[in-house]
């Protein structure tokens, strides 16, 4: 089973951008949605942004990972810095 996951873009440098997963920071590859900025949500798959999604269902999608699988956010501030949940992305 493959599973994208929404993540919102918080960095762009050129094809490549960093997005947030519930405090989980990863790099992505942008190639395939040229047209998403800073602040918006994508599903990323295999390290890949696949399209833009719509904000709230992103968050929608979120939580019911979170009730699912038992995810929890994770403030990327806190000690120890940027995180990554294996599996993600």
Known sequence: MCLAVPAMIIKIDGPMGKVDVMGNVREIGLR??????????????????????????????????????????QDPHQAGGEKNREGMG
Do not use: I, N, S
Not at 46 to 66: I, K, P, Y
């Open 32 to 73: 395939l949605v040229p047209e998403a900025k800073v602040g918006d949500y994508v599903l990323v798959h295999a390290g890949f942004a696949l399209q833009v999604v719509d904000r709230v269902e992103a968050v929608e999608t979120l939580a019911l990972l979170e009730q699912v699988y038992g995810w929890q956010a």
